[in-house]
């Protein structure tokens, strides 16, 4: 498995930015397909974002689309989430997830890293 490590979170402002990075270490980094979850207190985990391999194709939950991008410099295992026009629902824990070869399953995960969004 590749091992993640996810940074940037924080407290910020409704309206402010934040980026996330995650850095994988121990396997190839591109040959895994890369997601952004986020789980807020009594709430379902929600994948928000996702990016291939190559980086050539990414998705966007509703809640998010349009105001977060999701990208990824194999060059440096790493994995990004810009997040503009935050806002309070928007606070959660943001874990990376790491899928060997785009099947469609997230088998190693970082440790998360907090969000909090004040109105």
């Known amino acids: 498995q590749v091992q993640l490590v996810e940074s940037g979170g924080g407290l910020v402002q409704a309206g402010g930015s934040l980026r996330l990075s995650c850095a994988a270490s121990?396997?190839?980094?591109?040959?895994?397909?890369m997601g952004w979850f986020r789980q807020a207190p009594g709430k379902e985990r929600e994948n928000v974002a996702a990016i291939s391999m190559t980086g050539g194709y990414t998705y966007y939950s509703r809640s998010v689309k349009g105001r977060f991008t999701i990208s990824r410099d194999n060059a440096k295992n790493t994995v990004y989430l810009q997040m503009n026009s935050l806002k309070p629902e928007d606070t959660a824990v943001y874990y990376c997830?790491?899928?060997?070869?785009?099947?469609?399953?997230?088998?190693?995960w970082g440790q998360g890293t907090q969000v909090t969004v004040s109105s």
């Open positions: 121990g396997r190839t980094f591109s040959n895994y397909a």
């Open positions: 997830a790491a899928d060997y070869g785009g099947a469609g399953r997230y088998d190693s």
